[in-house]
């Protein structure tokens, strides 16, 4: 079954600490998205990347720290300078950022402060 | 104004009633239009997905789209209790940009 998933589901930080959520998609897309939801407010991009080795900030990218080493893979590190971090984050794929396909999204990490 | 406008209700409806959930938007050069549906603690999954102005119809889903409104539908019809989520809309296209800008969802409950 192809699909985007991320792990963990729930993940606890301690202040101070930076954490790192994981995201894999085997739909061969080459796009790849992170995404922060707060309740009652829409999806906000993170950073995007179009291709392996290359990402660009989205709109609240400061405080995140991504990496796009393998088509497969973009981990977004949450760092501790990030001082809201509780949020839901959803990672999502598409064909490509500069075609009309729609994006896919996993099921989410739900990260909170301890 | 924000780009993207949707009521986060919660719309409360009871079963078998027909749904219409909207969306507004103030960039005139959006030129293609997704709903997505998101349950509670999961992520948002491609519902419908049209370009331009005009109907399409999928099962008990129709999304419309009024270009010269600015305004964006969707219409359940014959709503069931598996259809309470939050639906968003997503517009994109606008000055060569293919990510979407998505609304804050729309919370419909449908009551059995």
């Known amino acids: 079954d192809g699909g985007i998933t991320q792990s963990p589901k729930y993940l606890f930080r301690k202040e101070g600490q930076n954490v790192t959520l994981s995201c894999e998609q085997n739909l061969n897309h080459d796009a790849m998205y992170w995404y922060r939801q707060d309740p009652g407010q829409g999806l906000r991009l993170i950073y995007y990347?179009?291709?392996?080795?290359?990402?660009q900030k989205g709109d609240i990218a400061e405080g995140y720290s991504v990496s796009r080493e393998k088509k497969e893979s973009f981990p977004l590190t949450v760092t501790s300078a990030q001082k809201n971090p509780t949020a839901f984050y959803l990672c999502?794929?598409?064909?490509?950022?500069?075609?009309?396909?729609?994006?896919?999204f996993g099921d989410g990490t739900r990260l909170s402060i301890l | 104004q924000k780009e993207v406008e949707q009521d986060p209700g919660p719309l409360s409806v009871p079963e078998g009633a027909i749904v219409s959930l909207n969306c507004t938007y103030s960039n005139s050069a959006f030129q293609y239009f997704m709903w997505y549906r998101q349950y509670s603690r999961k992520g948002p999954e491609l519902l419908m997905y049209t370009y331009s102005s005009g109907n399409k119809e999928d099962g008990r889903f129709t999304a419309q789209v009024d270009k010269s409104s600015k305004y964006i539908s969707l219409f359940i019809r014959d709503s069931q209790p598996s259809d309470s989520a939050t639906y968003l809309c997503?517009?994109?296209?606008?000055?060569?940009?293919?990510?979407?800008?998505f609304g804050r969802g729309t919370s419909l409950i449908v009551h059995p």
């Open positions: 990347s179009q291709i392996v080795n290359d990402f």
């Open positions: 999502a794929s598409s064909i490509g950022a500069d075609t009309n396909q729609p994006q896919h």
């Open positions: 997503a517009p994109l296209g606008a000055g060569g940009s293919y990510i979407p800008t």
